[in-house]
């Protein structure tokens, strides 16, 4: 059974400051991993794509690869009241096009 | 932009009965997947078809049926409700034959099985 796993949360930072949500996975062959956010009684949301070890930047939002480690993280700076919801990792299956998700950690940031 | 459509948005149905949620989406991908959200449990992969004409089990696919109509279309169906089926039901599509493509999610329907 492929695993990916976050922390639930909350994980509650003040406005303006540095958000750092983490996510680890089971399957060494993954190769895409997602991002989401989800709003409360909405849809999950892509916000964010990465393929390749390292940073990849987008606006306030900066998604790290480390595969050697299994692990990806998303950072957003500045964050906003806005920004409250829970946020999904997602990665794609090798060799299917599925995705397993994690259970998703809560971020609140109050204002 | 319609991207995923689901219907209905909300259902209430009675042990044993039946119905058939309805996702299509007009964004050309020719994969679709049919997922289940429960609190605490994350999103679960209940169906998928990767490709017209073909349709394979996810993680908890008992208790339903999918057909993959056409293209654009793919229904899942709950036979004899169970209240263990309450959940939110997402679809999702991707054009998964561009390599590593996300998924994009419809609103979803709410489901209580009483």
């Known amino acids: 059974q492929k695993e990916v796993e976050q922390n639930s949360g909350p994980l509650s930072v003040p406005e303006g400051a540095i958000a750092s949500l983490n996510c680890t996975y089971s399957?060494?062959?993954?190769?895409?991993f997602f991002w989401y956010r989800q709003y409360s009684g909405k849809s999950p949301e892509l916000i964010m794509f990465i393929y390749s070890n390292g940073d990849k930047e987008d606006g306030r939002f900066t998604a790290q690869l480390n595969k050697a480690s299994q692990y990806v993280s998303l950072l957003i700076r500045d964050s906003q009241p806005s920004d409250s919801a829970t946020y999904l990792c997602?990665?794609?299956?090798?060799?299917?096009?599925?995705?397993?998700f994690g259970k998703g950690t809560m971020l609140l940031v109050s204002p | 932009n319609a991207g995923v459509t689901q219907t209905p948005k909300f259902q209430v149905l009675k042990t044993g009965q039946s119905m058939t949620l309805q996702c299509a989406q007009d964004m050309n991908h020719n994969s679709m997947y049919w997922y289940r959200q429960d609190p605490g449990m994350g999103l679960r992969l209940i169906y998928y078809?990767?490709?017209?004409?073909?349709?394979d089990k996810g993680e908890v696919p008992n208790g339903y049926n999918v057909s993959r109509l056409n293209k654009r279309e793919f229904s899942l169906r709950l036979e004899s409700a169970a209240p263990s089926q309450t959940s939110v039901y997402f679809c999702?599509?991707?054009?998964?034959?561009?390599?590593?493509?996300?998924?994009?999610f419809g609103d979803g329907t709410r489901l209580s099985i009483l």
């Open positions: 078809s990767a490709s017209e004409g073909t349709t």
């Open positions: 997602a990665v794609r299956n090798s060799g299917y096009s599925t995705l397993t």
């Open positions: 999702a599509s991707s054009d998964s034959g561009r390599g590593n493509q996300p998924q994009h």
């Open positions: 399957d060494r062959g993954s190769q895409s």
